[in-house]
Antibody, heavy 121, light 111 residues
Framework: EVQLVQSGAEMKKAGESLRISCQGSGYNFASYWIAWVRQTPGGGLEWMGRIDPDDSYTNYSPSFQGHVTISADKSITTAYLHWSSLRASDTAIYYCVSPKKGLDGEAFHYWGQGALVTVSS | QSALTQPASVSGSPGQSITISCTGTRSDVGTYHYVSWYQQHPGKAPKLIIF???KRPSGVSNRFSGSKSGNTASLTISGLQAGDEADYFCSSYTGRNTLFVFGTGTKVTVL
């Protein structure tokens, strides 16, 4: 069974750094890209970027480029989303997602349980 | 990259059929066959119910069906059930810097 298990909820202050994680199991982790999706308090979903765990090649949405860093360690089948300086507007639920075939354009078949990040100003 | 446009809410009675639209542009929905739909119940992660416009993942009811015409994709739920009450989001591959764009979301209410 494919599973994406994320780290827990976080409460931080603006300006602090944070790294959240997503561990994959039940499949060949290095064969399928992992992306991060943000769900805002208003409920909207936004694609942030993705990584190929095999070679750590990344794509970022321009809306998030430079503000977050996506990385992965295939030896422990884990992907990460990192902020060096959080903003109050980063308050949201963050999901890691993965396709079933790893093809470009493939849908998000698998979702982590989500991690709530709350940033106070 | 702007979000795809969905109606804010759609409602129907049990047993009825409803359709949710998802309007994009020639740069996303109009060009690519990679349109997907997600169902999200309160407090839960979204779940894939349609991919590549009209394909259903294993285990998803055949009451859910998808289609596309031009720049607009549609999700139809037939034989509406109480358990279908949820938020629904569409998504499309764009092939541009923002590789995927989501719809604004539609709240489905079963009367």
């Amino acid at each position: 069974e494919v599973q994406l298990v994320q780290s827990g909820a976080e409460m931080k202050k603006a300006g602090e750094s944070l790294r959240i994680s997503c561990q994959g199991s039940g499949y060949n982790f290095a064969s399928y890209w992992i992306a991060w999706v943000r769900q805002t308090p208003g409920g909207g979903l936004e694609w942030m970027g993705r990584i190929d765990p095999d070679d750590s090649y990344t794509n970022y949405s321009p809306s998030f480029q430079g503000h977050v860093t996506i990385s992965a360690d295939k030896s422990i089948t884990t992907a990460y989303l990192h902020w060096s300086s959080l903003r109050a507007s980063d308050t949201a639920i963050y999901y890691c997602v993965s396709p079933k075939k790893g093809l470009d354009g493939e849908a998000f078949h698998y979702w982590g349980q989500g991690a709530l990040v709350t940033v106070s100003s | 990259q702007s979000a795809l446009t969905q109606p804010a809410s759609v409602s129907g009675s049990p047993g009825q059929s409803i359709t949710i639209s998802c309007t994009g542009t020639r740069s996303d929905v109009g060009t690519y066959h990679y349109v997907s739909w997600y169902q999200q119940h309160p407090g839960k992660a979204p779940k894939l119910i349609i991919f590549e416009v009209s394909k259903r993942p294993s285990g998803v009811s055949n009451r859910f069906s998808g289609s596309k015409s031009g720049n607009t994709a549609s999700l139809t739920i037939s034989g509406l059930q109480a358990g279908d009450e949820a938020d629904y989001f569409c998504s499309s591959y764009t092939g541009r810097n923002t590789l995927f764009v989501f719809g604004t979301g539609t709240k489905v209410t079963v009367l």
